[in-house]
């Protein structure tokens, strides 16, 4: 998951940073960070806590210069502490670089046995810092020609924001797994971000996706540069549309939200239920609740209130931590509810503890039957390239049928979305990352080394 941000051509690109890593906050809540450059040297702050306990105008003083890169935690590698916040910040042999990255590297942990027998020193757990030392001793003259070195030894899901004092470097993996758009300040600057809503906070102009495979190059007083570093295998992650990216995005041209709204109206066709109103979970089943409910003709209602000062419980570390916070984030609306058998849809279904506390949430509010409704397929297998799911036993439905998983939740019954379903849903037009879903691992991957499938 995480958010990451470039910002060049813009003297409040450290503001601009802020700003659009605000709008992603919900891609990563442990840390934030910004770094920027002014030509002579990096000045980077970052800590745990959202954006806006991170940084204060004193903060934002200090990160002064035209080039500003940012990132927003989820970990799925390394621990949850200062020292993996990012960017990641070095000084080598031809200056100074700082690094934000989204994805997991495949190979990651080669890669660092590698540069461990060569000499190299680490800090931390993140597959990150593999990237700053394989620049840091490339033999190569440029940072340029040093990165592209570097991209040739690492596999897996990535994209990167690269920073030197006076240039900007931005890659995306040949896969395109995670988002990357490139917007137009009104300056003349430019930005590049994981999702568009950042775009629409900072009145910036959606000038195209990155392509996979490519690599941008932002100098002073030129127009971005493009590089095409590998011929693009695109399998964008379908979990974007289903859970990840906010519903006002657009993801290689489509809308979240219209996106979830088909996946809820194909639900309804595959899996109706006799019911007299439909729920959400919010916020993110709200349009696939949308879409069941118009599949099925019948009233859709916020029937659940969501304590917006609580954070998604899906990315917390510990499922201490996730059962509490369910409690503490939603409450039924008990005169709706009550007397009534009702549907509530969720994105997904993972671990199954937040949904058995949800459907017992509304028992107790009086629902006489509660129909649980998934608006993707049961999530069978773990996937590497960065959703927090490490290993099948944590994932209910690698070893409960969906019959079984209705009796633990204690739901009247319970329906996923079928992989035709969602592709459908989705459309034909590209071959969307479904490893979560089928286990068809490709790019030489398997349920143990990191991989990814498509359909």
């Given at each position: 998951?995480?958010?990451?941000?470039?910002?060049?051509?813009?003297?409040?690109?450290?503001?601009?940073?802020?700003?659009?890593?605000?709008?992603?906050?919900?891609?990563?809540?442990?840390?934030?960070?910004?770094?920027?450059?002014?030509?002579?040297?990096?000045?980077?702050?970052?800590?745990?806590?959202?954006?806006?306990?991170?940084?204060?105008?004193?903060?934002?003083?200090?990160?002064?210069?035209?080039?500003?890169?940012?990132?927003?935690?989820?970990?799925?590698?390394?621990?949850?502490?200062?020292l993996?916040?990012?960017?990641?910040?070095?000084?080598?042999?031809?200056?100074?670089?700082?690094?934000?990255?989204?994805?997991?590297?495949?190979?990651?942990?080669?890669?660092?046995?590698e540069?461990?027998?060569?000499?190299?020193?680490?800090?931390?757990?993140?597959?990150?810092?593999?990237?700053?030392?394989?620049?840091?001793?490339?033999?190569?003259?440029?940072?340029?020609?040093?990165?592209?070195?570097?991209?040739?030894?690492?596999?897996?899901?990535?994209?990167?924001?690269?920073?030197?004092?006076?240039?900007?470097?931005v890659?995306r993996?040949?896969?395109?797994?995670?988002?990357?758009?490139l917007?137009?300040?009104?300056?003349?600057?430019?930005?590049?971000?994981?999702?568009?809503?950042?775009?629409?906070?900072?009145?910036?102009?959606?000038?195209?996706?990155?392509?996979?495979?490519?690599?941008?190059?932002?100098?002073?007083?030129?127009?971005?540069?493009?590089?095409?570093?590998?011929e693009?295998?695109?399998h964008?992650?379908?979990?974007e549309?289903i859970?990840?990216?906010?519903?006002?995005?657009?993801?290689?041209?489509?809308?979240?939200?219209?996106?979830r709204?088909?996946?809820?109206?194909?639900?309804?066709?595959?899996?109706?239920?006799?019911?007299?109103?439909?729920?959400?979970?919010?916020?993110?089943?709200?349009?696939?609740?949308?879409?069941?409910?118009?599949?099925?003709?019948?009233?859709?209602?916020?029937?659940?209130?969501?304590?917006h000062?609580?954070?998604?419980?899906?990315?917390?570390?510990?499922?201490?931590?996730?059962?509490?916070?369910?409690?503490?984030?939603?409450?039924?609306?008990?005169?709706?509810?009550?007397?009534?058998?009702?549907?509530?849809?969720?994105?997904?279904?993972?671990?199954?503890?937040?949904?058995?506390?949800?459907v017992?949430?509304?028992?107790?509010?009086?629902?006489?039957?509660?129909?649980?409704?998934?608006?993707?397929?049961?999530?069978?297998?773990?996937?590497?390239?960065?959703?927090?799911?490490?290993?099948?036993?944590?994932?209910?439905?690698?070893?409960?049928?969906?019959?079984?998983?209705?009796?633990?939740?204690?739901?009247?019954?319970?329906?996923?979305?079928s992989?035709?379903?969602?592709?459908?849903?989705?459309?034909?037009?590209?071959?969307?990352?479904?490893?979560?879903?089928?286990?068809?691992?490709?790019?030489?991957?398997?349920?143990?080394?990191?991989g990814?499938?498509?359909?």
């Open positions: 998951m995480c958010a990451i941000v470039g910002v060049y051509g813009d003297e409040n690109a450290s503001q601009i940073a802020y700003y659009a890593l605000f709008a992603m906050q919900h891609r990563g809540q442990e840390s934030s960070g910004i770094s920027s450059a002014d030509g002579k040297r990096i000045h980077l702050i970052k800590k745990r806590g959202l954006v806006t306990e991170v940084f204060k105008q004193d903060d934002l003083d200090l990160l002064s210069g035209s080039c500003a890169i940012g990132h927003n935690r989820y970990s799925t590698a390394g621990k949850d502490s200062v993996d916040a990012q960017p990641v910040f070095a000084k080598y042999k031809l200056g100074a670089i700082s690094i934000a990255h989204n994805g997991n590297l495949t190979n990651k942990y080669e890669v660092r046995d540069l461990i027998e060569k000499g190299a020193i680490f800090q931390t757990e993140m597959d990150t810092e593999n990237i700053v030392h394989l620049i840091a001793k490339s033999a190569k003259s440029k940072l340029k020609a040093r990165i592209k070195d570097m991209l040739s030894k690492i596999e897996g899901a990535y994209c990167l924001v690269i920073q030197s004092r006076s240039k900007m470097f890659v993996d040949r896969f395109g797994i995670r988002p990357l758009s917007g137009k300040l009104k300056s003349g600057g430019y930005i590049v971000a994981s999702e568009t809503c950042a775009f629409d906070l900072v009145g910036a102009e959606f000038v195209r996706d990155v392509e996979p495979g490519e690599m941008l190059i932002f100098e002073e007083n030129k127009e971005p540069k493009s590089v095409m570093i590998f693009a295998d695109y964008p992650c379908a979990f549309y859970y990840f990216a906010r519903p006002d995005s657009i993801i290689d041209g489509k809308t979240v939200y219209n996106m709204l088909e996946m809820g109206k194909q639900l309804a066709k595959e899996t109706p239920a006799k019911i007299d109103l439909v729920l959400p979970v919010p916020d993110s089943g709200v349009a696939a609740a949308k879409g069941y409910a118009d599949g099925m003709g019948v009233p859709f209602e916020m029937g659940i209130v969501r304590n000062y609580v954070g998604r419980t899906f990315i917390e570390p510990s499922q201490e931590i996730r059962d509490l916070k369910v409690k503490l984030k939603l409450s039924p609306i008990k005169d709706m509810i009550k007397g009534k058998r009702v549907a509530i849809v969720d994105d997904s279904l993972v671990r199954g503890t937040t949904s058995k506390q949800i017992r949430m509304l028992k107790d509010a009086g629902a006489v039957e509660v129909h649980m409704r998934i608006a993707s397929p049961e999530i069978k297998f773990p996937c590497r390239y960065g959703i927090d799911t490490a290993t099948k036993t944590e994932l209910i439905s690698s070893y409960k049928t969906p019959e079984e998983i209705a009796e633990y939740i204690e739901a009247d019954s319970l329906g996923f979305l992989i035709d379903g969602l592709k459908a849903s989705l459309g034909d037009d590209r071959e969307y990352s479904l490893v979560s879903f089928d286990g068809k691992y490709f790019a030489g991957g398997n349920e143990n080394s990191p990814c499938s498509a359909y």
